[in-house]
Antibody, heavy 115, light 107 residues
Framework: QVQLQQWGARLLKPSETLSLTCAVY????????WSWIRQPPGKGLEWIGE???????NYNPSLKSRVSISVDTSKNQFSLKLNSVTAADTAVYFC?????????WGEGTLVTVSS | DIQMTQSPSSLSASVGDRVTITCQAS??????LNWYQQKPGKAPKLLIY???NLDTGVPSRFSGSDSGTEFTFTINSLQPEDIATYYC?????????FGQGTRLEIK
C-alpha cells in the first residue's frame, strides 16, 4: 500500500517561497506522475503540476511562471516550490500519485500566507 | 483549458433518496472523467474512473454514466455516510481540471 507523507513551512509572508516535500513509501516510485494539488479554504481543487521519475514535468499554465517541481529518486521524494506567494496562495496543498486517476494522496498541508 | 461545469453546487436530500450530479465538459474528453468524494479535513477519494467504472471497494449504490460531453454521477439510496463534497475531474488534456464541486447535505 502506497503512503504519501508531506511536510513543509506552514506560515509564509507575502513574496516568500512556498516549499513542500512529499515522501513516497510502500510502493514503486516509477510508473506514476507525482502531483501537487491545492485547495483554498472552502473552495475547490486546483491541479498545480506533476513530475515523473525521469524528471519530466507538466505545470498548470496559470501557475507555471512561479512553480517548480523536482524529484529525488534516491529518496523517493518530490518537492514543490512556489515563488512570490500572496494571500491568494493560502490553501491546503496535497501531494498525490497519478496514473489515469489520482490514486494515493498525502494528508494535506495548510499553508497560510499572511503579513 | 477544458472547463468542467458541475451542477448543482449544493444539494440537500433525505436518506434513501436518489441523488444525481452532472458535469459538462467544454470539449470532447471521450470518457476520461473521474469522480471523487471529499469529506471535511480529508483528501479526496476516488469513486469512479473513466466515467462509469467503480473503483475497488466502492459501494454499488454509486454509479456514473456519460452522454457525449455530459457526465452523470448517481447515488442510489443515499446513506448518512455519503455526506461529502463530490468532484468530477478530466484528464483528457493538460492541465488537469476539476469541477467546482457539489456539496451534499442530508435533510
Amino acid at each position: 500500500q502506497v503512503q504519501l507523507q508531506q511536510w513543509g513551512a506552514r506560515l509564509l509572508k507575502p513574496s516568500e517561497t512556498l516549499s513542500l516535500t512529499c515522501a513516497v513509501y510502500g510502493g514503486s516510485f516509477s510508473g506514476y506522475y507525482w502531483s501537487w494539488i491545492r485547495q483554498p479554504p472552502g473552495k475547490g481543487l486546483e491541479w498545480i503540476g506533476e513530475i515523473n521519475d525521469s524528471g519530466n514535468t507538466n505545470y498548470n499554465p496559470s501557475l507555471k511562471s512561479r512553480v517548480s517541481i523536482s524529484v529525488d529518486t534516491s529518496k523517493n521524494q518530490f518537492s514543490l516550490k512556489l515563488n512570490s506567494v500572496t494571500a491568494a496562495d493560502t490553501a491546503v496543498y496535497f501531494c498525490a500519485s497519478r496514473t489515469m486517476t489520482f490514486d494515493y494522496w498525502g494528508e494535506g498541508t495548510l499553508v497560510t500566507v499572511s503579513s | 483549458d477544458i472547463q468542467m461545469t458541475q451542477s448543482p453546487s449544493s444539494l440537500s436530500a433525505s436518506v434513501g433518496d436518489r441523488v444525481t450530479i452532472t458535469c459538462q465538459a467544454s470539449q470532447d474528453i471521450v470518457n476520461y472523467l473521474n469522480w471523487y468524494q471529499q469529506k471535511p479535513g480529508k483528501a479526496p477519494k476516488l469513486l469512479i474512473y473513466d466515467a462509469s467504472n467503480l473503483d475497488t471497494g466502492v459501494p454499488s449504490r454509486f454509479s456514473g454514466s456519460d452522454s457525449g460531453t455530459e457526465f452523470t454521477f448517481t447515488i442510489n439510496s443515499l446513506q448518512p455516510e455519503d455526506i461529502a463534497t463530490y468532484y468530477c475531474q478530466q484528464y483528457a488534456n493538460l492541465p488537469i481540471t476539476f469541477g467546482q464541486g457539489t456539496r451534499l447535505e442530508i435533510k
